[in-house]
């Protein structure tokens, strides 16, 4: 109750579930964390004890990222605090996480897209256990196909891609409805080989996997009927990626091939769903390959 975790959450409104979830499993964390040291409340959190925890987390080994997140949750629930007036000053102001290595997910390259992606690629791997399957084999190499042709060709988080419904899908225009982090929602292009991959599933896969209790406006399925979820996601793409790999480096090589290719950096902040323009900096890494090109190609003496 000192806590006021349940209230906490309430605060956050408009948050995506899944932020949600991770602002108050990252407080709630601090909170045991800091019982276990003597502090029964916020109250009795000063900043040294809000740093000394990040400085603990650090020596685990925690990444960066979880790191920044971490900090910001902690920046979010004493600001409620403070704003709510069972704090005379936030601790957590101007919180930031240890500074550390910038880590980027690995980039695949074309070869690499175009086993994942290619259709000998789809044939080579189908789901495990899908051999003599006949039309569920089938359903779930459309599904695997349309699932990430959607998170590199459109460059989408893999909530983003599994909270899609179908209506959220013009096969049409060639347009996706996604909604992102924060509950923004935004519209995104999809290319033909992405609104092929999804009207294929549609039309010869979905219907296969459907069950009784399926949510009947999903796009995507698993083999139990349910709303497909990133661990299945992340099965899928263990399956068939010829290196190892994660759903985030296909939105990560997205962005980095749209920027090798000459997009605006603003455009791809769009199209990525990004509050903040810094965010998008991250991908601003050129490969060497097209360095070497437009060094080439621009200085007089070259």
Aim: charged share 25%; net charge positive.
């Amino acid at each position: 109750m000192a806590w006021d975790l349940e209230a906490f959450g309430r605060s956050l409104g408009a948050r995506s579930p899944a932020t949600e979830r991770a602002y108050r499993t990252d407080v709630a964390a601090f909170a045991a964390w800091a019982e276990r040291a003597g502090v029964s409340g916020p109250a009795q959190v000063d900043r040294v004890l809000l740093r000394r925890y990040l400085a603990h987390l650090a020596t685990r080994r925690y990444a960066r990222a979880s790191l920044a997140r971490k900090a910001a949750s902690l920046r979010r629930y004493f600001g409620w605090q403070h704003r709510r007036g069972t704090l005379a000053d936030d601790p957590a102001r101007r919180l930031s996480a240890p500074a550390g290595p910038t880590r980027l997910p690995h980039v695949l390259d074309r070869g690499e897209l175009e086993e994942l992606l290619g259709p000998a690629g789809g044939a080579r791997t189908a789901p495990a256990g899908t051999d003599g399957e006949g039309g569920l084999g089938v359903a779930l190499r459309r599904r695997d196909d349309a699932v990430l042709e959607l998170l590199y060709g459109c460059g989408l988080r893999v909530a983003e891609l599994c909270g899609l419904d179908l209506g959220d899908v013009d096969l049409r225009t060639g347009t996706l409805t996604v909604l992102g982090k924060g509950g923004r929602r935004r519209r995104v292009p999809a290319h033909r080989g992405c609104t092929g991959a999804v009207a294929a599933w549609l039309e010869g896969g979905r219907a296969l996997l459907v069950a009784p209790a399926s949510p009947p406006e999903a796009l995507f399925l698993n083999r139990r009927g349910a709303r497909l979820g990133p661990r299945d996601v992340r099965r899928v793409l263990d399956r068939r990626s010829p290196v190892p790999t994660h759903p985030h480096a296909l939105r990560h090589s997205f962005a980095t091939h749209l920027l090798d290719g000459g997009a605006d950096l603003r455009v791809v902040q769009e199209l990525l769903g990004h509050a903040s323009l810094q965010t998008t900096q991250v991908y601003t890494h050129v490969s060497k390959e097209r360095l070497l090109s437009v060094y080439e190609a621009t200085h007089p003496r070259a």
